[in-house]
Every structure is written in structure tokens, then in C-alpha cells.
């Protein structure tokens, strides 16, 4: 059984359009995760929701919404496309522990979405 | 802020031992992960440091020093299959029970016959 499964795998698309990436977790993890890896191989977090309410939101332009329908469930829909969207979006759950960190915070990372914005 | 500090790229031959060296300044740290990342594939889970000291799992060891801010990753007994990119990661108190993963930017290891 995939824990963190993620559609499509990949996704190429004009510059302009609309596009939603949908991530499903079965791990029963209360908070997730999206990730952008751009060309240079880097790992940016970008959102996180715990229990469908979102947590950590970093700098990332508005056209970007994630959108969380239940706690096994973070889906990401991209307005207005640009060739700068190019990269592997990933999304990631955990379980987190009150206070300090600990395994249980260990990130289950999905599959990856290849997006290519021409 | 938060800086993370990794050699880019490595090469190792098969069988032999290799070290890879991550060091990091943050605020609020809770903890370090390294993450294998093969070509293509999803980040995954190798081991987790949050005291002083080493932690060993078969082939891999890892190591941390919160006083320096330094941690290494030790892999033995190198094979193919090992070539991969391994990400250094601190963790983060982001507030209440929220831990936020910052990761380094990788080092991509070429283990060669």
C-alpha cells in the first residue's frame, strides 16, 4: 500500500493555465506538506496543514492555494502558470509531538510531481 | 536565519567509506535528519540525531555536535546502488507542536566501480 501517493506524476502545461496536483496520505498523520525542488536540486518547504488548518505558509506568490478537505488530504491548485512553476512538487506527512522533536516527526515524502510550464 | 552548508558533490569507490559533512546555523533547533534521494524518486528517511553523539544503523552512521553546529553523515561499505543525493536537514520548533524541516541543498554522491 502507497502511505503518500500523489497525481499526476507529471504535468506539462502552458504558461497561463490552471493546474491542481492532489495528495492523499494513509498513515493517519495529522499534518502535511507541500515541497517545491526547483532544477538545482533544493527543497523548499511551502505550506503545512495540521488537522486541515494550515500552519506554516512561506513566501510563495499568491497564485499558489493549497487546499485541505480532510486531514488525509492536501491538494495544491496553481493559478496563472509561469515558466518559473517549472520543478518536482512534493508532498510530505508526519506526525508531530508536542514540544520537542522526535521520530515521530520524521517527513514520508510522496512520489513527486514533475511540473513543466512551456 | 537559518543556513545549511553541504559539499555539492562527492566521489567514492565501492567498498570504501565516505563521509559527508553538513554543517548549520538555526534558532529554535529541535533536531537532524539526513535524507537519501535517488534520481527522479522521493526523499526517504535515513536517520534522525537530536543528541550529541553517534547514531549507527547498519551501513550508515550519523553524527551530531549541536555545540559546533556540525553533523556528518558516515556511509561503509560502499555499493552502486548507494549513488544517490543525501540531504542534510535541521528541524525546527516553528511554534506550538509544529516542527518545520529546512533542508540543505544536497550532496550528490558518485560512488564508482
Known amino acids: 500500500d502507497t502511505a503518500v501517493s500523489q497525481t499526476p506524476k507529471y504535468l506539462v502545461t502552458q504558461m497561463g493555465n490552471d493546474k491542481s496536483i492532489k495528495c492523499e496520505q494513509n498513515l493517519g498523520h495529522d499534518t502535511m506538506y507541500w515541497y517545491k525542488q526547483d532544477s538545482k536540486k533544493f527543497l523548499k518547504i511551502m505550506f503545512s496543514?495540521?488537522?486541515?488548518?494550515?500552519?506554516i505558509n512561506e513566501t510563495v506568490p499568491n497564485r499558489f492555494s493549497p487546499k485541505s478537505p480532510d486531514k488525509a488530504h492536501l491538494n495544491l491548485h496553481i493559478n496563472s502558470l509561469e515558466l518559473g512553476d517549472s520543478a518536482v512538487y512534493f508532498c510530505a506527512s508526519s506526525q508531530p509531538t508536542s514540544g520537542g522533536a522526535s521520530l515521530t516527526d520524521t517527513q514520508y515524502f510522496g512520489p513527486g510531481t514533475r511540473l513543466t510550464v512551456l | 536565519g537559518q543556513n545549511i552548508d553541504q559539499p555539492t558533490e562527492m566521489t567514492a569507490t565501492e567498498g570504501a567509506i565516505v563521509q559527508i559533512n553538513c554543517t548549520y546555523q538555526t534558532s529554535g533547533f529541535n533536531g537532524l535528519f539526513w535524507y537519501q534521494q535517488h534520481a527522479g524518486e522521493a526523499p526517504t528517511f535515513l536517520s534522525y540525531n537530536v543528541l550529541d553523539g553517534l547514531e549507527e544503523k547498519g551501513r550508515f552512521s550519523s553524527f551530531l555536535s549541536r555545540s559546533k553546529g556540525y553533523s556528518y553523515l558516515l556511509l561503509k561499505e560502499l555499493q552502486m546502488k548507494d549513488s544517490a543525493s543525501y540531504l542534510c536537514?535541521?528541524?525546527?520548533?516553528?511554534?506550538?507542536?509544529?516542527?518545520?524541516?529546512?533542508f540543505g541543498t544536497g550532496t550528490l554522491l558518485a560512488v564508482q566501480p
Open positions: 496543514y495540521n488537522n486541515k488548518e494550515l500552519i
Open positions: 536537514a535541521v528541524t525546527r520548533n516553528y511554534g506550538g507542536a509544529t516542527n518545520k524541516l529546512i
